[in-house]
């Protein structure tokens, strides 16, 4: 049985970067499908994996399989991208989360430009929806952002908190912090149905101001610091503290 926690704040582990390490060498292990039922185990409420084109890390052996075996949340990040609609259509995930990619970039640099591409976007979300999965966009948190997020029907966004995880390094994320607040107060006045996500470069420490000051956010993707831990002290326990770093920000709500 899986273990379980009532949180109001679901965690969702991203294992690319345990693919990272099998890639380096070349071998099948570590895996990342064996990481994600670990990860369940230790109570987390969802697995996230982002499926690139130049495959530098998660395959698509591991999405296929991964969708066997995953029991709680399977959320595949692509790009828009005609091979990866087809995909995704084909394996079905219970959630598709649109993101930017540029093969130079050492891992996502920002978020999606949905204002620029809404037609494109909206058309997207469209098929993926006509196929029975619902569409998150990887936003920066913005106000033309969520309003053409909005506009394109997705049934969540996920914010960008790249440059408030460098402010937070730095012991200066106030202004940050305020800017994912405001973003997140918009898109819950325009569309009260719109679930709030967040993610990138968040880590223990983070995770407890933002979630504390952004009541909005109802799941946080977390992946490179989360393995980073696990590293030193298994996953079990990296995904018992994260746990408890959100529940420390629940109690400041």
């Known amino acids: 049985m899986l273990a379980s926690r009532d949180m109001r704040v679901r965690l969702h582990v991203n294992v690319d970067h345990v693919a990272t390490i099998r890639q380096a060498r070349g071998t099948d292990y570590p895996d990342p499908v ?7 185990w230790a109570g987390a409420h969802g697995i996230t994996v982002h499926l690139r084109e130049d495959r530098r890390h998660i395959q698509l052996r591991d999405v296929e399989v991964l969708r066997r075996t995953v029991k709680t949340m399977l959320n595949l990040e692509m790009a828009a991208t005609e091979d990866m609609i087809r995909i995704a259509l084909q394996i079905r995930p219970d959630l598709v989360t649109l993101v930017p990619e540029r093969r130079e970039e050492r891992t996502t640099e920002g978020g999606l430009d949905v204002k620029g591409q809404l037609a494109a976007i909206t058309s997207v979300r469209e098929r993926l929806t ?30 960008h908190t ?39 470069g968040l880590t223990a420490r983070n995770v407890v101001p933002l979630v504390g000051g952004v009541p909005e ?11 980073a831990d696990a590293v030193l002290v298994g996953l079990d326990r990296a995904v018992a503290r994260f746990q408890r770093a959100i529940e420390e920000g629940e109690q400041l709500r």
Do not use: W
């Not at 196929?131 to 914010?159: K, M, Y």
């Not at 956010?217 to 393995?227: C, K, P, R, S």
């Open 34 to 40: 064996e990481a994600a039922m670990l990860c369940e």
């Open 130 to 159: 006509a196929g029975g999965i619902p569409t998150s966009l990887f936003i920066d948190p913005d106000d033309a952002q969520v309003e053409a997020s909005i506009q394109s029907g997705a049934a969540s966004v996920e914010f």
């Open 162 to 200: 790249g440059d408030y995880a460098e402010a937070a390094r730095r012991g200066d994320e106030r202004h940050e912090l305020s800017r994912i607040a405001r973003a997140a107060q918009q898109a819950r006045a325009a569309s009260p149905t719109l679930k709030i996500a967040a993610g990138h």
């Open 217 to 227: 956010i109802v799941e946080l993707n977390i992946g490179h610091a989360l393995i």
